[in-house]
């Protein structure tokens, strides 16, 4: 195989996965883009091994990769107290994984076909997430300088169209709550909640997520 199809196929496959992970790193997901750039260029590496030296054992080999990149997936997942966040997240991954595979080996139709779909799907998320339909939820942290009374704090979370409190802790040593609500809402009505919060003298800091 020729230098420079080996460093095309390489230079799409990074181009390509940056544009995803940017995108899930400006959406501030538990991965950014270095991780989505090194999975899918570690799979098109080993496609392109397996193309020069394996041509006739590329399934299996795909197979191994598939199977090895659950981990990176796994920890793309974050545990609330009753709910688990970053499922899109690991699912692109181990599909760039195979992403990456399929550009390694030059089957740049499929490749390109499941990059396509991707983009279908983050697109379209967002756009349910613009219409509250669905799970999309966030996470509110809040902290506060005294002990505030909990009616008072959810009177300000009105904006928020459900939510559901995670846990709520005191310390009275040095006269601090921290609050964790999950809530959901639409991006403006979550950034007035924001604004209204940043008002009162009692909050020293919050955090969304």
Same mark, same amino acid.
């Given at each position: 195989?020729?230098?420079?199809?080996? $460093?095309?196929?390489?230079?799409?496959? !990074?181009?390509?996965?940056?544009? /995803?992970? /940017?995108?899930? =790193?400006?959406?501030?997901?538990? &991965?950014?883009?270095?991780? !989505?750039? !090194?999975?899918?260029?570690?799979?098109? $590496?080993l496609g392109v091994f397996a193309n020069i030296n394996y041509p006739a054992?590329?399934? $299996?080999?795909?197979?191994?990769?598939?199977?090895?990149?659950?981990?990176?997936?796994?920890?793309?997942?974050?545990?609330?107290?009753?709910?688990?966040?970053?499922?899109?997240?690991?699912?692109?991954? #181990?599909?760039? $994984?195979?992403?990456?595979?399929?550009?390694?080996?030059?089957?740049? &139709?499929?490749?390109?076909? /499941?990059?396509?779909?991707? #983009?279908?799907?983050?697109?379209?998320?967002?756009?349910?997430?613009?219409?509250?339909?669905?799970?999309? =939820?966030? %996470?509110?942290?809040?902290?506060?300088?005294?002990?505030?009374?909990?009616?008072?704090?959810? %009177?300000?979370?009105?904006?928020?169209?459900?939510?559901?409190?995670?846990?709520?802790?005191?310390?009275?040593?040095?006269?601090?709550? =921290?609050?964790?609500? *999950?809530? =959901?809402?639409?991006?403006?009505? *979550?950034?007035?909640?924001?604004?209204?919060? !940043?008002?009162? %003298? #009692?909050?020293?800091?919050?955090?969304?997520?």
């Amino acid at each position: 195989m020729e230098i420079l199809t080996i $460093a095309l196929r390489m230079f799409v496959t !990074f181009l390509f996965s940056l544009l /995803i992970g /940017i995108e899930r =790193q400006r959406s501030h997901k538990p &991965v950014g883009f270095g991780t !989505f750039i !090194f999975v899918a260029l570690g799979a098109s $590496a080993l496609g392109v091994f397996a193309n020069i030296n394996y041509p006739a054992n590329e399934v $299996a080999l795909l197979a191994s990769v598939v199977t090895g990149i659950g981990f990176l997936g796994a920890g793309a997942l974050i545990k609330g107290s009753d709910k688990v966040f970053g499922f899109t997240t690991a699912a692109t991954i #181990w599909l760039f $994984a195979i992403f990456g595979f399929m550009i390694g080996v030059g089957d740049y &139709v499929l490749g390109l076909t /499941i990059y396509t779909l991707v #983009w279908v799907v983050l697109i379209s998320d967002k756009y349910l997430e613009t219409k509250e339909i669905g799970s999309h =939820q966030k %996470k509110l942290t809040l902290v506060t300088n005294n002990i505030i009374d909990e009616e008072k704090i959810n %009177k300000l979370l009105d904006y928020t169209k459900r939510r559901k409190v995670l846990s709520i802790s005191i310390n009275k040593e040095i006269n601090e709550m =921290q609050l964790s609500y *999950l809530v =959901q809402g639409t991006k403006e009505d *979550l950034n007035k909640m924001l604004i209204d919060l !940043f008002k009162q %003298k #009692w909050l020293k800091s919050s955090k969304i997520e």
